[in-house]
């Protein structure tokens, strides 16, 4: 099993920055990859960045380089640092993993931090 808790979100004003933390615990045999996902309210979930095991990165094509996904192995945690915020990105940040254990491959999700760009 995998706990993920997510930090960091918070009130910018666009073209600020801010750096969400996903702090990951728990017993696995092997990660597919852990990233970072949003929902917009009234939209669908979508991918922000994901960091694979062997180091791929994906970037969802609005990042446009704006957003650095990281890892922090002293710290077991994902880090997502986003700059140049857009009021568009105001949404509920998830952090997500897709994992295998004992159970076979599996997702876990933790439970979201909220950020607000005001204009």
């Known amino acids: 099993q995998v706990q993920l808790v997510e930090s960091g979100g918070g009130l910018v004003q666009a073209g600020g920055s801010l750096r969400l933390s996903c702090e990951v615990s728990?017993?696995?045999?092997?990660?597919?990859?852990i990233g970072w996902y949003r929902q917009a309210p009234g939209k669908q979930r979508e991918l922000v960045a994901t960091?694979?095991?062997?180091?791929?990165?994906n970037y969802g094509d609005f990042v446009k380089g704006r957003f650095t996904i990281s890892r922090d192995n002293a710290k077991n945690t994902v880090d997502l640092q986003m700059n140049s915020l857009k009021p568009e990105d105001t949404a509920v940040y998830y952090c997500k993993a897709n994992f295998y254990d004992r159970f076979g491959w599996r997702d876990a999700w933790g439970q979201g931090t909220q950020v607000t760009v005001s204009s």
């Open positions: 728990g017993s696995t045999i092997r990660f597919d990859y």
């Open positions: 960091l694979g095991g062997g180091g791929t990165l």
